[in-house]
């Protein structure tokens, strides 16, 4: 019951504040996602806590797969999410920019209330994605520690959340990650 109350006391913190931006807290880079955000064809921007566009997702309506490609502001291509045919079920791969496996994202386990996903790292450490996925509630860690914390309660809009990535973390990779995560809870949207 302790580790609850303690959850919930930080997650009001960052909520409330200190700092600038609608997720509070200091150190961290906050992004605000929006769901329903995989339309392939449609391309959508990630901002940061201060509503800067930082990173452009581009939905390729012409392949015969969903590809969703990352870029920076300027148009470099950063990282891309495709389905692939043929593969393992419930998961997808995120590639660099020159087309090599960076990661895959797997789903592990469905319990009624959590859902547990897997994020293999290719050349490191894997992170385990797990919490109510569903409503944009859960965490990203790496054993015990927090790498990531994903929640819709940061932002008034209906349709955002946030997604808010600990130092040195590699943000590109975890906000790829969760938008493959959403995009396999959330099929068809």
Same mark, same amino acid.
């Given at each position: 019951m302790f580790g609850r109350d303690r959850r919930e006391e930080r997650r009001d913190d960052r909520r409330e504040g200190p700092g600038p931006g609608p997720m509070g807290g200091g150190g961290a880079n906050r992004y605000?996602? #929006?769901?329903?955000?995989? %339309?392939?064809?449609? +391309? =959508?921007w990630i901002e940061n806590d201060r509503r800067e566009k930082v990173f452009k997702v581009d939905g390729k309506a012409l392949r015969v797969r969903q590809t969703l490609i990352f870029e920076d502001r300027g148009g470099q291509e950063l990282c891309k999410i495709q389905e692939r045919m043929m593969r393992v079920k419930d998961s997808m791969e995120i590639e660099d920019a020159n087309g090599r496996q960076v990661a895959m994202v797997k789903k592990a386990l469905i319990t009624p209330v959590r859902?547990?996903?897997? @994020?293999? #790292? $290719?050349?490191?450490? +894997? @992170?385990?994605?797990?919490?109510?996925? @569903? #409503?944009?509630e859960y965490r990203?860690? $790496?054993?015990?520690? $927090? #790498? %990531?914390?994903?929640?819709?309660?940061? =932002?008034? @809009? $209906?349709?955002?959340?946030?997604?808010?990535?600990d130092p040195g973390q590699g943000d590109i990779l975890i906000l790829a990650a969760t938008v493959a995560v959403d995009m396999m809870a959330h099929p068809g949207r």
């Amino acid at each position: 019951m302790f580790g609850r109350d303690r959850r919930e006391e930080r997650r009001d913190d960052r909520r409330e504040g200190p700092g600038p931006g609608p997720m509070g807290g200091g150190g961290a880079n906050r992004y605000q996602m #929006v769901q329903n955000i995989v %339309a392939i064809g449609d +391309d =959508f921007w990630i901002e940061n806590d201060r509503r800067e566009k930082v990173f452009k997702v581009d939905g390729k309506a012409l392949r015969v797969r969903q590809t969703l490609i990352f870029e920076d502001r300027g148009g470099q291509e950063l990282c891309k999410i495709q389905e692939r045919m043929m593969r393992v079920k419930d998961s997808m791969e995120i590639e660099d920019a020159n087309g090599r496996q960076v990661a895959m994202v797997k789903k592990a386990l469905i319990t009624p209330v959590r859902e547990r996903w897997t @994020l293999n #790292v $290719r050349g490191g450490p +894997d @992170l385990e994605i797990q919490g109510n996925i @569903l #409503v944009h509630e859960y965490r990203i860690e $790496r054993g015990r520690d $927090r #790498v %990531a914390e994903v929640s819709k309660k940061w =932002f008034r @809009l $209906r349709d955002s959340y946030g997604v808010e990535i600990d130092p040195g973390q590699g943000d590109i990779l975890i906000l790829a990650a969760t938008v493959a995560v959403d995009m396999m809870a959330h099929p068809g949207r």
